[in-house]
Each structure stands twice: as C-alpha cells, then as structure tokens.
C-alpha cells in the first residue's frame, strides 16, 4: 500500500490510467464504425443511435451513482464500473448482430457511469481548490487522448487483424488497473474546502438555485454537443467526404487528438489557476473566450480540404480542448464536498441530455437527408452558445481563497 504522503499522486495516477482506457474502449467502436456498417448493413442515424444509447444509459445511471457515492464509500463503486465497462468491451470481440452491439454499448454506458461520477469529487477531497484546475487537467486530459489512441488502436489493427481484434486489446488494462485502485485509501470529505458550506453549495435543494453550478453545466453541455459530434463522426467524414483511406484518417485525426488532450488540456487547467489568481471568474471566462475563437475554426475545417483542412482541425481542437480542465473545476468548486458526487452525477445527466446523447443521432440524422458536412453545423452553433453562457456566467463564481498550503504528494 502506498505511504501516505503518496496518496494523492497514487489516487492520480491510477485514477487518470482508468480514465484513459475508459476512452479508449469508447472510441475504438468509433474507429472501426465504417467497417462494422458494412457488416451490418446498418445507416448513419442508426449507428448514431449507438452513442445515443450509452450515452442514455450512462447520465440515467448517474444520479442514482453520485447520490449513493455521497452515504458511502466511492472506491468500490469505481472498482466496480470499472470491472463492468471492461468486461462489455472484451466481450465485443465475439458481436455479430447489431442487437448484441447496442446492447453491448449500453452496458459500458451504465459501468463507466459509476466511474466518471465519482473519480472528481474523489480527487478533490485530495487536492485545494486553487489546484484543482491542473489536477483535473491531468485526469480530464485522457479524454481526448484515450479517444484519440482508440482511433489508432482501431485504424492499425482492424485493418490487419479485422474489426474485432481492438476490443480484445482495449479491454484488458481495465481489469488490472481496477485491481491497483483497491490499494488507495479512501480520503476524509471535505478537508481540502476553504469555501463555506452554505445552502447553495451543501445541499441538494439549494443546487436548484446555484448559479455558478448551473451556467458551468449548460456551458459544458453545448461544448459536450460540439466536441461529441466531432469524434464521433470526424473520422467518416474524413473517409467518405474527404476520401482519404479509413486508415489514415484515424491516424491522422487520432493524431491531432493525441496531442491536443495532452498539450491543450494541461495548458488550460494551467492558465485556469494562473487567472484564478486575479480574477475569481477566470475558469468560466477562459472558457467562454476560447470557444468564441474556436467557431471559425470549426466553419474552416469542414470547408477546407488537403493540408488545410488538417490544420483547422488542430486549431480548433486545441482551442476546444482548453476548456477541458476549467469547466471541470468550475463544476467541482461550485459545491461542497457532501454533495459533490451527486451534483456531478448532476452534470453528467444534463450535459448528456443537452449534448452529446442525441448530437450525434442528430448529425447523423442531417447526414442522411443531406450531408455530413451540413450536419456539422449543429455543432458549430452548439459551441457559439456555450461561449455565451460561460460568458455570462463568470458573474457567479465563487470566491476562492488562494493559500499556499497543498497536501503532500499535490500536483504544483
């Protein structure tokens, strides 16, 4: 067991490696999706309806996992979704009925619930508010990069091995690190709060009338929106609207979204806590102002082709994935530590509903009754309203007490 003055950067480590595979074994099916509707024979609104369905499961799920997680111990709950996403993911390997599959997807929904629910408010009962926004950018920063290695993962070996052989590859690390995270201990609530527990924050009742709570979540579900009609659908379009080989277009948007997780998403959480310092809305108004910026970026990378269009991926991207780390934090602040999990759970249920549930049945919906390209643009207005709200939302932040004392083992 580690000692413990260790814990909090075992409790990372090991929790931010879960994150990882948690997106890799999302995203691989995304990878390999022209391959399996081949085989299936089945239209871009129904495999849309694949996402839907995890997505369904996994914020339907959530409430009743953050209101359990709030009375009782959250490390088996994780060890437990954990068990469960790997397993549905091993046992895609042998699916070969759509049925199976959307069932498949919807059990991973319901384990990965029980993990991204509860990782957070873990985390910040070992870590001070004023760091959260880079401890969260080392965990959240396997979004994007898990998703962008199951791209990879996917393109490289359904290629030589078919599409199954991925899932077998994805599953496995989740058993083990699931086993590791029975060594940490489970930290005290509460102790690394400076903020006062007031109405708004300590109680379920009050998160009704949380302001900062509410615009950080209905920021990140138009975000949500956005960014999860990308990834869904970005490698197809790449394939069957741009004609590049399948292969190459994971690679190469797999690639792009390697980088961006890791760079971007530290460097958000970075310039969160740098702001945070002088201005208490800083992690709304980071938010707010790059994803403005990040719309003309989206309008250029599906109306532009060769060398670029790649490059307007990448910007818009990085620009995406800098909000990662500070809607995260503002979300985790926003409450205190007796009802964190189920505000979270919270969260997830809302931006699910609001964004990425149903954005990408939509897109593929608009795809099939007129182009992938015009589908996109749902995403493109998602994100111009979550720059609006986020904006307007700075107003609400709390006010954070910037100490100097940190646990030992803390992220600096």
């Not at 996992?65 to 549905?88: C, E, H, N, Y």
């Not at 880079?134 to 993962?153: D, E, K």
């Not at 970075?270 to 003309?296: C, E, F, H, K, Q």
Request: proline share 5%.
């Amino acid at each position: 067991m580690p000692r413990p003055h260790q814990h909090p950067v075992a409790a990372l480590t090991i929790l931010t490696g879960l994150n990882f595979f948690n997106y890799v074994d999302r995203s691989v099916l995304f990878a390999v999706q022209p391959l399996v509707q081949n085989e299936f024979h089945r239209n871009d609104a129904e495999f849309g309806l694949l996402t839907s369905a995890f997505f369904f499961c996994y914020m339907f799920t959530a409430p009743f996992i953050g209101a359990l997680a709030d009375r009782m111990q959250r490390r088996p709950i994780m060890i437990a979704g954990a068990l469960i996403w790997s397993a549905a993911t091993l046992l895609t390997a042998i699916t070969y009925d759509f049925r199976t599959l959307l069932i498949r997807h919807t059990i991973v929904g319901l384990g990965e619930a029980t993990f991204v629910t509860i990782a957070p408010s873990f985390l910040a009962d070992l870590f001070p508010e004023s760091k959260r926004g880079r401890v969260l950018g080392v965990f959240y920063l396997c979004i994007g990069l898990g998703t962008a290695v199951g791209y990879i993962i996917g393109g490289s070996l359904s290629k030589v091995h078919g599409w199954r052989a991925p899932f077998y590859v994805a599953a496995i690390p989740g058993f083990l690190l699931a086993a590791a995270l029975a060594f940490i201990p489970e930290p005290p609530r509460g102790t690394q709060d400076s903020l006062p527990e007031t109405r708004e924050r300590a109680t379920v009742f009050g998160l009704a009338r949380n302001g900062a709570f509410w615009t950080a979540t209905l920021g990140m579900a138009m975000w949500t929106f956005g960014i999860g009609a990308l990834q869904v659908w970005m490698p197809t379009f790449l394939s069957r609207v741009r004609h590049q080989p399948l292969e190459k277009a994971n690679l190469m948007f797999g690639a792009i979204t390697a980088f961006n997780a890791v760079v971007a998403t530290l460097l958000g959480g970075w310039i969160g806590d740098r702001v945070l310092r002088r201005n208490r809305g800083a992690y709304y108004l980071v938010s707010a102002v790059t994803m403005l910026i990040a719309v003309p970026g989206m309008l250029a990378a599906i109306s532009t082709t060769g060398n670029l269009m790649y490059v307007a991926i990448f910007v818009t991207e990085f620009l995406l994935f800098l909000n990662m780390a500070p809607l995260n934090a503002a979300i985790v602040n926003s409450v205190g530590a007796h009802i964190r999990a189920t505000a979270i759970a919270v969260n997830l249920f809302t931006i699910h509903l609001l964004g990425d549930a149903f954005s990408p049945t939509l897109v593929g919906y608009i795809s099939d009754r007129s182009s992938l390209q015009t589908g996109f643009l749902a995403a493109v207005v998602a994100v111009a309203i979550a720059s609006g709200v986020l904006y307007y939302g700075k107003r609400f932040a709390p006010h954070i007490r910037i100490g100097e004392e940190q646990p030992a083992g803390a992220v600096s």
